[in-house]
């Protein structure tokens, strides 16, 4: 399980996650593990399939993690 540290709260109350090198490496990974694990011909292997490189890319994936604040099941549900 990914372990997020997050910033103080800023003049909203909000706290932002506190992105590292290994922090995103490990979401990464484990964001992998867990798209492996929806049935097969999911729209997230379609996509690896039928649509340009950049859009499948870590990048691509590091954006629905950050949307679900590093919360890996939440951000392959997202994606897919």
Do not use: Y
């Not at 593990?33 to 870590?58: H, I, M, R, Y």
């Not at 994936?61 to 949307?67: D, E, S």
């Amino acid at each position: 399980m990914v372990k997020v540290k997050f910033t103080e709260p800023d003049a909203f109350g909000q706290k932002h996650p506190i992105e590292t090198p290994e922090l995103i490496k490990e979401a990464l990974i484990e964001l992998d593990s867990e798209l492996a694990t929806f049935p097969k011909g999911n729209s997230w292997e379609q996509a690896k399939t039928n649509c340009a490189p950049e859009l499948v890319n870590d990048d691509h994936k590091l954006m629905f993690l950050r949307c679900e604040v590093f919360k890996v099941k939440m951000a392959a549900k997202r994606l897919l």
